[in-house]
């Protein structure tokens, strides 16, 4: 019995229409909207729900503003959220019905089990030939001229209860510890086997709550770039990106979110078994990130923001109807 990843984020936003442009933009499918709130979908039917913060079905915010509001985890079968109704009973706020069970963690998010609906889907990444290692003959690596997310990889918290959300997640959902920042970080996994983490929480000095990033994963380091670049050439604003992970080894590019918090694009993340043993890194801006270019690449000039165009056409440009 064990968590199989992010079923769907639901968010509380302030601007409705800007987040459905957003999202449509970040490369997603809607599948439903109204005047309420707007569905997503990534390749694999992972959920993106985004609704009117002033909506009565929401859960209550753990920070003011747009933000994250429920983290739908899912599970194989009706067996499996059956033995996680005995695990969350007693929690904060547990409710339990036969489609899901939830409670509120130690700060202050709802959290909601439920049967997956996520579908199988054959997509790969473009391998790469390293030394050594040829694993590409004759094929040339992608270019992509916008992305089209997988899924939702990981969430990311700032917490004023660290030790509390850590013991909440290992003993009542089994969550594995991956990597610390000793007494104020923690790399969490879903199960033995998976990514380097689906949850990061981060204890700062100043005790605050909220979210910092949902990030969304996609097939390869050219679709993180692929994506970054649409994303700045429709106006978003890049927070930072991209730029390299050494605690995870994933590439990343973060871009601020209408909906709350930061987004992630993010690929080629490490792949961890029962025999990984957790590190401890002090936390620092080398530590997040070995390299990054902050404020991004503009998506016009294929530069560093505010860089001059070179001449030529891009092989991602196309021809305006």
Not at 35 to 44: G, V, W, Y
Not at 107 to 115: C, F, K, L, P, S
Not at 176 to 183: A, I, K, Q
Not at 258 to 279: F, K, M, S, V
């Amino acid at each position: 019995m064990t968590i199989l990843g992010i079923e769907q984020i639901t968010y509380g936003v302030d601007d409705l229409d800007a987040c459905r442009r957003f999202f449509a933009d970040w490369g997603m499918r809607e599948v439903a909207h109204d005047s309420s709130q707007a569905r997503f979908e990534t390749l694999n039917g992972c959920t993106v729900l985004a609704v009117r913060a002033d909506d009565p079905s929401l859960p209550p915010a753990f920070e003011a503003g747009p933000t994250l509001r429920e983290v739908t985890w899912g599970v194989a079968t009706a067996a499996d959220l059956d033995g996680y109704r005995e695990r969350l009973a007693g929690a904060q706020g547990y409710y339990s019905h036969d489609a899901a069970v939830g409670c509120i963690d130690p700060n202050g998010m709802a959290i909601r089990v439920e049967v997956t609906r996520k579908r199988a889907i054959d997509v790969k990444g473009s391998p790469s030939n390293v030394w050594g290692q040829t694993l590409r003959v004759d094929t040339p690596s992608p270019v992509y001229d916008h992305a089209e997310p997988v899924e939702v990889g990981h969430v990311v918290f700032f917490t004023n209860c660290l030790a509390e959300q850590q013991r909440f997640y290992e003993e009542r959902l089994g969550f594995e510890m991956s990597d610390r920042y000793p007494e104020r970080g923690a790399f969490m996994r879903c199960a033995p086997h998976g990514g380097h983490h689906d949850l990061f929480l981060l204890q700062l000095p100043t005790g605050k709550r909220g979210l910092n990033h949902v990030a969304f994963t996609v097939r390869d380091i050219h679709e993180v770039f692929g994506g970054g670049l649409h994303i700045s050439r429709c106006g978003w604003e890049t927070q930072l990106g991209p730029g390299r992970h050494p605690v995870s080894s994933a590439y990343f590019w973060y871009f601020k979110n209408p909906a709350g918090g930061l987004i992630e694009y993010y690929a080629d993340e490490d792949q961890l078994t029962p025999e990984w043993q957790p590190r401890d890194f002090e936390p620092g801006p080398t530590v997040f990130a070995e390299w990054a270019v902050d404020g991004g690449i503009d998506g016009h000039t294929r530069r560093q923001v505010d860089a001059k165009a070179p001449e030529g056409k891009f092989m991602t440009d196309r021809q305006k109807s």
